[in-house]
């Protein structure tokens, strides 16, 4: 279901939060108004993410399963708008997009920040975990992209961001289904971003190291360049105003990681076995 604008009152209200330059996106330049859809907005970064947006005077749709949680986060907020779904019900996304569209009538963001996350090595492998993760972090984005990307084309602007992880950048103990999830994710977004870029869509592939929330409360191991989830918000959203493609942080260690990346292999399984311990 596709609501639209008058085209050239959609143009203006595009050009007035988008500036364009050398930037491989257009670089933000306000987010009053903005309409942007937070899919994980429940806790973690997407909480913190759309609380930051809300500040910053966009209109924000919250969209998680825990719906306790998304009407706290709205505070009768009359810019906030709770929309609850699981990513991995494609006709609950849906939904929740028609409903989206009645109220808006058109998308300038979309944010999928949901996600799973479960350690896992050999010894552990459980396909149930497996496919619970396969549907969240990658079948669940795609539900997402189905949802929006029609709505997008046809009003000929808007953005999608999506939150993999360092932990796709390449293999790393612990993260046998995980790791290979994010790593789809970033494909994902290398390919959209041919198809989108060049229109004039904004694509953001979003990597965050270590990030304090619920996902690593539970790790056992020392975790580099730990941040908050408040300064993991700040960072994706001043990528965007920056008009970053690649928005990852903190960069002192994801810098590292990408360097680390290019070594041969024997030289990389050797390194990350010294500083991991694993």
């Given at each position: 279901m596709l609501q639209r604008l008058n085209s050239a009152t959609e143009r203006d209200h595009a050009a007035a939060l988008f500036e364009r330059g050398r930037t491989m996106n257009?670089?933000?330049?306000?987010?009053?108004?903005?309409?942007?859809?937070?899919?994980?907005?429940s806790a973690g970064i997407g909480a913190e993410t759309a609380k930051l947006l809300l500040d910053k005077g966009a209109r924000?749709?919250?969209?998680?399963?825990?719906?306790?949680?998304?009407?706290?986060?709205?505070?009768?907020?009359?810019?906030?708008?709770?929309?609850?779904?699981?990513?991995?019900?494609?006709?609950?996304?849906?939904n929740a997009r028609d409903k989206l569209l009645e109220q808006w009538a058109g998308i300038d963001l979309v944010l999928v920040v949901a996600g799973a996350y479960n350690e896992m090595r050999v010894?552990?492998?459980?396909?149930?975990?497996?496919n619970q993760l396969l549907d969240v972090n990658l079948r669940g984005v795609f539900h997402c992209l189905d949802a929006v990307l029609p709505t997008l084309l046809a009003q000929g602007h808007g953005g999608v961001?999506?939150?993999?992880?360092?932990?796709?950048?390449?293999?790393?103990?612990?993260?046998?289904v995980y790791g290979p999830t994010k790593a789809a994710l970033i494909n994902l977004c290398e390919s959209l971003y041919f198809d989108l870029g060049p229109r004039g869509?904004?694509?953001?592939?979003?990597?965050?190291g270590f990030v304090e929330t619920r996902a690593t409360a539970n790790n056992n191991?020392?975790?580099?360049?730990?941040?908050?989830?408040?300064?993991?918000?700040?960072?994706?959203?001043?990528?965007?105003e920056r008009g970053e493609f690649h928005i990852h942080f903190p960069r002192r260690f994801t810098n590292w990681l990408r360097?680390?990346?290019?070594?041969?292999?024997?030289?990389y399984f050797s390194l990350i076995h010294k500083v991991t311990g694993l």
């Open positions: 257009p670089r933000v330049r306000s987010w009053q108004g903005m309409r942007v859809w937070v899919i994980g907005a924000v749709a919250l969209s998680a399963r825990n719906h306790a949680a998304l009407k706290a986060l709205a505070e009768n907020n009359e810019r906030a708008l709770v929309l609850p779904l699981d990513v991995s019900q494609h006709a609950e996304v849906l010894d552990s492998f459980d396909m149930s975990v497996v961001g999506i939150v993999s992880s360092v932990a796709g950048l390449s293999g790393l103990p612990k993260a046998l869509h904004p694509v953001y592939l979003i990597n965050p191991f020392a975790m580099p360049g730990l941040i908050s989830a408040p300064q993991a918000a700040r960072e994706i959203l001043g990528g965007m360097l680390v990346r290019l070594l041969p292999y024997r030289w």
